[in-house]
């Protein structure tokens, strides 16, 4: 198994994992939030197209983490965060976990 590390980022919006990069097969994805707030996970396919959105309420800020495969997702996805809440949300760092 290998990794693609992500470093810090901060969204109001939306934040793309490198820059909307299209993982093959990722296996999973851990990510670090510096803060609390409700946010969505988004996977879409290789042609933009989002796939699955799965709310996480982050309460404390910490580590969450998303298995692919508990999901049914067997493809190439790229991987992002929605902002669900009123404040700025900051990613202090993260995985993709591949094969």
């Known amino acids: 198994m290998t990794t693609h590390h992500f470093g810090q980022g901060s969204f109001k919006n939306e934040l793309w994992v490198n820059n909307n990069s299209v993982f093959k097969k990722p296996i999973g994805v851990d990510v670090e939030f510096v803060g609390a707030g409700a946010f969505d996970w988004v996977f879409d396919d290789e042609n933009g197209k989002e796939i699955r959105t799965l ?44 094969p």
Request: zero cysteines; glycine letters at 12%.
């Open 55 to 98: 709310r996480e309420e982050n309460a404390h800020g910490g580590w969450h983490s998303m298995d692919f495969k508990s999901l049914g997702l067997f493809n190439n996805y790229s991987i992002g965060f929605r902002n669900v809440s009123p404040s700025e949300l900051t990613i202090k760092q993260g995985d993709v976990r591949l």
